[in-house]
């Protein structure tokens, strides 16, 4: 067999919502090439499949009744078709067909909740994929597969692929394997958050452990946040789609465990009282200080007005007020009582004036402050949802037909549309919004003559931060804790507990990984002090408690009494007796027997191997969350949760091209007609 080439491989990563696929392996791996939509229509003739719904239109057209002009000469068939079009008055209708790119009417998704649940709609879309790519006839296969994929899913598969497009080669390869691949970890926890479902996979030494792990867990997935959130906003207009803009939207997020929502936060912050009066001692000491100078002053300076004194207004001078108490005397005796006194007025109104002036500036200013508070602090939010209309629901204008809480524009202008108040406190009238870029997405935009966008403003308020109060993080944490505890290797579960890769498409929601990682702490994690609790009462002599129960004090140089003396240990005394059911030794001679008998037994149970791990296996001391390397700078602003798909990339250089199949990684056209489909599980990896 010729050696594969890097720009001949083809990676088909199948999924319930999204298929990647990929032809060509480039120097540095980018995300996929092509996605599309795991779905498919029903075409005309029944057992055929289309990736795009494909719609008859008609359109009418008017006959005239125009008499034929006589033809000389020989007839031909276009003057007798062009004849027969003006004979009669009537209708003609004729017959178009045109693809509907926007619609999901009649739409079969092949995969559900990781499960392949109609064949033929999925070698249809493969069908598609292959030739949208069309690749060369010496090209390897290489298939993602689902964690609830059965044996005979794969033979199936195998033998669609060899027998449809006669490849070569061919490989399928687990999505959680592939993952691990594209972390460089050899073990890891795996947790895909799909469409539907949830996938836990535990994998050691680049191996599955299928004992335990958790497939297509229903419920936990972005569709199951997408119902949570229709039900709590179901009775304030919105609809499915409405909730599913939402949760992709930036103000849908979920908060971790213990964390308050905007609406409960105290109204002030409580402060330290020994802070306070500490900070109140502190200004009054300044203030007194600076008294105590003003005083220092006026005695250096004297009165005011007089021979020692400056003029503090450079008018003579004037008595100025000293801690709050008015020299009446020195003022008499300068004779400017009345300047005095209409001074003070001016400062008064002077005064006044400036706080009023302060005072608005805050208000002013309180605006723009509150609308800077981060999401998780605001108690309403608005995002943009778009909403694809028909055409025939438009006036003749191109405007939308007038509905509660939308606005129709009118004029040509762009006005902000409100949407059914998700809040009965919502303000009545929407402020016009001014010219600008965004405003020009506003305006409804036909899309092949048949549909039309409308775009419009909506407010939440606290919902957006429930998409996962229902119990979904409970239910993976619930997942992750026992696929972990099944690995039979107890050695290996902290290092599972350490590196947990969190992937999916429905992880994008904002906050998910800080929430579930919040989740796993408050259920399963113990600190260091806990872990010692009960080891740090024991006695001294006594070893450190393990799984299998056995707790014998260490061999020590003389052999304590049988009786029961004041400075006896009672757990000394009940460990060093258990072989001996009546408690006590033989008295007299054999006393001394029965002494070197114990120190037998004390050296042959040191002498046995304690059991393998220390115990606290069971719960774990630390969980942290695996990053992805950094070498692939073209995932950085993709994000890392379609991970499987670089993985497979990764695994399909070094199976078709480095190794060339030597150590079995993919399954070639001769061994598939010595061994047949059932052949490829001793392949696939």
Known sequence: M??????HVLIIAPGSQTTLAQLGLPESFTPAQLRTSTRMFPAEKKGEWEPLKVRQRKVTKRKIDVAPEPVHGDTTMADTDEAAKHV????EEDTYFEEDTTTEEGAVYPIRQGRVVDWSCLFALMTHIYNTLSPPFHTPILVITQAAWTAQDHEILTQFFFEKFKTPAFCLMDSALAVCYAYAASSATVVDIGYEKCDVTAVIEF????????TAVPGCGGEGMTQRLLELLSDKGFTRDMCEQLKKSGICEILPTGTAMPGEEPEATNINPAAAASAGANAAGLKGRGGVGDRVATMRGGVAGTEGGDDQ???????????????????????????????KEREKAEKAEKAAAKKAAQEAAGAPKQAKLPNAKRLTATFRYTERRPLEELNQNGKRPPEKGISNMEDGESKRRRTPEPQETVEPAVPEMESSANDKADVPTKNGETTALIRRDVEVGVERFQAASGGILDQIADAIHRCILSVPEPQKRSELWN????????????????????KLHSKYLISESSATIFTSELPSNFTTPVATGANTPQPQSHVQSSHHGPGVNPLLLAATTASNPGGLAPPGQNQHLHAQLQMQQYQQQSQQPLHPHSGHEQTPRSIKVTKMPEYFPEWKDVGTEEAAFLGAQVAAKVVFVVDQGLSKGFMSRTEYNDLGPQGVHEFCM
Do not use: Q, Y
Not at 207 to 214: E, F, V
Not at 319 to 339: H, I, M, P, Q, W
């Open 313 to 343: 207004d450079g008018e003579g001078g004037e008595v100025e007020d000293n801690e709050g108490v008015l020299d009446v005397a020195s003022l008499v005796v300068s004779g400017k009582t009345n300047e005095f006194l209409a001074r």
């Open 88 to 91: 009669e008055n009537g209708v």
């Open 499 to 518: 590196n947990l890769i969190i992937i999916g498409n429905g992880s994008k929601v904002r906050g998910f990984k800080d929430a579930l990682m919040a």
């Open 2 to 7: 010729p050696p594969f080439k890097d720009e």
């Open 207 to 214: 191996l599955i452990n299928d004992i335990g792990r958790g």
